[in-house]
């Protein structure tokens, strides 16, 4: 409930113009991250999640709203993705940014769906079906972008018969608003 409660917060401020709160200190993305698969593979412990890392994850965001970020596509790869193959989540830096993306087989998600899969209230065509009691108003990847776009990176989805991919990039170094 308090989840759900924060994601009606964090989108009226977004829709007031306010933007997502985030105090930037220096972290490892790597270890913030790990902390977050294993709270996870605790709640989920039926499902294979398996995360990689190369190269420095090391820079200067906000730890615990790119913690909800990945929590927010690792659930919606779950939620959506074959229950039989591993969530897979990959980290990579390099000396201007680091990337992370979060990669599930499954069914490939709709053009017309990846279209507006980042707008807020928009749920997957089949979510009827797969609410699994945990609830959902359809803000958890508009929240994750606007996360992203608070730390000046930057968040796409691509989709087909193999895989769907998430794909956040962040920038190493921040830009002055």
Not at 11 to 34: C, E, H, K, M, Y
Not at 61 to 86: E, F, I
Not at 134 to 151: D, M, N, Q, R, T
Request: glycine residues 8%; proline residues 5%; negative net charge.
């Amino acid at each position: 409930m308090q989840s759900l409660l924060d994601d009606l917060c964090d989108f009226n401020r977004t829709r007031l113009g306010l933007g997502i709160n985030v105090t930037p200190t220096s972290v490892d993305l790597a270890d913030v991250f790990t902390d977050e698969l294993d709270q996870l593979r605790a709640v989920h412990p039926d499902r294979l999640i398996e995360m990689e890392s190369q190269g420095n994850a090391q820079g200067v965001w906000d730890g615990p709203r790119l913690q909800q970020v990945l929590g927010n596509l690792v659930l919606n790869a779950l939620r959506y993705g074959a229950p039989n193959a591993p969530v897979c989540v990959v980290v990579t830096g390099d000396e201007a940014e680091v990337c992370f993306e979060v990669r599930n087989s499954g069914p490939a998600i709709e053009r017309s769906e990846l279209e507006r899969i980042f707008d807020p209230l928009q749920r997957g065509l089949d979510h009827r079906n797969r609410l699994d009691g945990e609830g959902s108003l359809g803000l958890g990847l508009y929240i994750a972008s606007e996360i992203v776009k608070a730390h000046h990176g930057a968040i796409e989805a691509r989709s087909d018969q193999t895989e769907t991919v998430f794909a956040v990039r962040l920038p190493r170094h921040q830009q002055r608003s």
